[in-house]
C-alpha cells in the first residue's frame, strides 16, 4: 500500500525531499505538504501540483511526516501536531540536534521517531543521511524510512548517541569540501590561472575523485599514494600539507564540529 507523506515546512530542504521523493515515482496525491509563508506554499503547489494544507490536517492524514524546520521551530510545530499525530505514524525529524526524546515527549505514545541529519548534496540527489531510530520504530518503520530518505542520496543507520559524529562529519562535511575548493582555487590564481579556469580545474578534479573514491575498493590513503610519484609535485604538496598540520587541523575541525553539535542538542 502506498503510503501518506505529510512534508511539514517546505524550505530549502523541504523541497528538495518533495523533488526526490516525487522523482522517485511516488504519486503526488499520496503527498501533502504544509507551509508557514504563503507565497512560498503557492509555488510549490504551483511547481509541484501538490496539496498543501495546515501542519494540523497534515500530519492527521499521513503514515509518515517528515518535520524539515529549523530546530528553534521545531517545539511549537510539535505542539501545534500533537493531538492530530495517530499512533501508528512514523515521526521524521531532519532539524539539526533535536533529541528523540524531546520530539517523543511531545507526541502521543505509540508514534515512531526517527531523527535524521541530511546533507545539502541531497539537493542533487547525492545526500547523505544518518538516521537514528527510537527503540520502538520497528523494523517496517525504519524500512520504509531508508526508503523514503534514499530518494535522496545514500542512508546509514546510527545510534543516536552517534548523531554530534555524524553532524561533524557528513552533516557539515559539505563546507570542508567547499573549503578545500576554496583553497585550491586561491592557489591556482596564484600560480597564473584565471579565476574561472582554476575553478574549472577544481570542480572538476573534486567530482572525478570522489567518483573515483566511491567507485573503488581502495581506501582513501592508497588513492593518494597512487597519485603521488616519489619525490614528485604530489609528495611536495602533501609534505607541505604535513608540515604545516594541515591533516591535523581537519580532524580537529571534525572534533569542534561533534563538540558544538554535542552543545546545541543538550537537554534544555
Ligand atoms: N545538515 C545540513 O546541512 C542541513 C540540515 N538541514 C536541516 O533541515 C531543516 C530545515 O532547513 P532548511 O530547509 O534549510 O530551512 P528553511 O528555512 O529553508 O526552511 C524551513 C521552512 O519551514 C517553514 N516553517 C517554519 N515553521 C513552520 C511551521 N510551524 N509550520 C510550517 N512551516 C514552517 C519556513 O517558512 C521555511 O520555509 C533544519 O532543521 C536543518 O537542521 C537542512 C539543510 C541542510
Ligand atoms: O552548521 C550547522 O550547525 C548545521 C548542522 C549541520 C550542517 N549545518
Redesign the pocket.
Known amino acids: 500500500m502506498t503510503q501518506r507523506i505529510a512534508i ?9 525531499l518533495l523533488s526526490a521523493i516525487l522523482s522517485s515515482g511516488h504519486p503526488v496525491d499520496h503527498l501533502v505538504i ?4 504563503d507565497d ?1 506554499a503557492a509555488e510549490l503547489r504551483e511547481a509541484y501540483g501538490v496539496e498543501v494544507t ?2 494540523a490536517e497534515a500530519a492527521a492524514g499521513a503514515d509518515v511526516v517528515l ?5 528553534q ?2 517545539p ?2 510539535l505542539q ?1 501536531i500533537a493531538g492530530s499525530v495517530a499512533p501508528g505514524t512514523t515521526v521524521v ?6 533529541r528523540i526524546e524531546a520530539i517523543a515527549s511531545a507526541l502521543p505514545d505509540g508514534v515512531a521517531i526517527v531523527r535524521a ?4 548534496p ?1 539537493l542533487v540527489g547525492e545526500g547523505m543521511f544518518g538516521i537514528s531510530p527510537a527503540p520502538a520504530v520497528t523494523e517496517e518503520q525504519l524500512a520504509a524510512v531508508v526508503t523514503l530518505l534514499e530518494s535522496g542520496g545514500k542512508v546509514v543507520v546510527v545510534e543516536e548517541a552517534l548523531q554530534d559524529a555524524v ?1 561533524a562529519v ?3 562535511g ?2 570542508y569540501v567547499f573549503y578545500l575548493a576554496e583553497a585550491m582555487i586561491a592557489g591556482g590564481v596564484a600560480e597564473g590561472l584565471d579565476p574561472e579556469t582554476a575553478r574549472i580545474l577544481a570542480q572538476q578534479t573534486l567530482v572525478g575523485s570522489a567518483k573515483l573514491l566511491a567507485g573503488s575498493e581502495e581506501t582513501a590513503e592508497e588513492l593518494r599514494r597512487r597519485v603521488t610519484s616519489p619525490n614528485g609535485t604530489t609528495h611536495a604538496a602533501i609534505t607541505t600539507f604535513d608540515e604545516r598540520g594541515v591533516k591535523a587541523g581537519l580532524v580537529a575541525g571534525v572534533a569542534a564540529a561533534a563538540a558544538r553539535s554535542a552543545e546545541l542538542s543538550a537537554p534544555q
Open positions: 511539514l515546512g517546505a524550505g530549502v530542504m523541504g523541497e528538495t504544509s507551509e508557514r509563508r512560498r495546515g501542519n518535520l524539515v524546520v529549523k530546530p521551530d521545531v511549537a510545530l501545534e525529524s531532519l532539524a539539526a540536534g533535536i541529519m541530511p546533507n545539502t541531497a553532524t557528513s552533516g557539515s559539505p563546507a
